[in-house]
């Protein structure tokens, strides 16, 4: 079965630390696709990064990194030196391609909210 | 670009009462997605349309549920008759369809519909 697992339910830090949220994922299939969505007080989820299962690299953008581990079915987000503007909740989900190469619906974890306190 | 709108932003109505909630998917977005996320639970994957056809309405909680997409623009959900545990956060997404295309596009989410059945 697919099922992805966000264990920190919120997360609270002053502004400038760096804080990392952990996502890890389950599924059968080989290949699938990771995302992280933002979603900010005003209600919408903002998309942040799409990875597909035979990439492992890592990606910064800006503040923001991915660390992507296969063996240990994880996908962690970290944001460094942390903004009050970063505060929100943060989904991880992973979505399975079927044959004919769509995407699959997203299955999401329960989200972390992080407060960045100034 | 519009992004994906949804109307209404929030609707209370009683048990029993019928509501439609409305989304207009990005322009030339063909695949749409509903999701729902009750209080303190995952969003959940409703169903999804490729144009006009339902893809996959595995998600959709039982009959009370309908939705639709007329001539492939924007859809509509429909309950009827609402329930109390039908409470929740309404999303609706969209994305590009390219059959084949590698990497997929990411699905591009809706501020929500608030629905409230008291």
């Known amino acids: 079965a697919q099922k992805v697992t966000q264990a920190q339910t919120e997360i609270s830090v002053v502004e400038k630390e760096d804080v990392t949220l952990d996502c890890v994922y389950e599924t059968r299939d080989t290949t699938y696709y990771l995302f992280w969505y933002k979603q900010p007080p005003s209600g919408e989820l903002v998309f942040l990064i799409r990875?597909?299962?035979?990439?492992?690299q890592n990606e910064i953008s800006g503040r923001y990194s991915w660390n992507f581990q296969k063996s240990t079915s994880s996908f962690n987000f970290t944001i460094t030196a942390s903004q009050v503007v970063d505060s929100a909740v943060y989904f991880c989900?992973?979505?399975?391609?079927?044959?004919?190469?769509?995407?699959?619906?997203?299955?999401f974890g329960k989200g972390t909210k992080l407060s960045v306190k100034p | 670009e519009a992004g994906v709108t949804q109307f209404p932003s929030h609707s209370v109505i009683e048990k029993g009462q019928t509501v439609t909630l409305r989304c207009d998917p990005i322009?030339?977005?063909?695949?749409l997605y509903w999701y729902r996320r009750v209080m303190g639970k995952e969003i959940k994957f409703l169903l999804h349309?490729?144009?006009?056809?339902?893809?996959?309405e595995s998600g959709m909680p039982n009959n009370r549920f309908l939705a639709e997409r007329t001539g492939g623009t924007y859809s509509t959900l429909k309950v009827q008759p609402a329930e109390l545990e039908d409470s929740g956060v309404y999303f609706c997404a969209s994305s590009h369809r390219d059959r084949g295309r590698i990497p997929l596009d990411e699905q591009y989410f809706g501020p929500g519909t608030r629905l409230t059945v008291t």
């Open positions: 990875r597909n299962s035979f990439d492992e």
């Open positions: 349309f490729v144009k006009e056809s339902k893809q996959d």
């Open positions: 989900a992973l979505s399975e391609v079927d044959y004919g190469g769509s995407q699959g619906n997203l299955i």
């Open positions: 322009s030339g977005h063909d695949n």
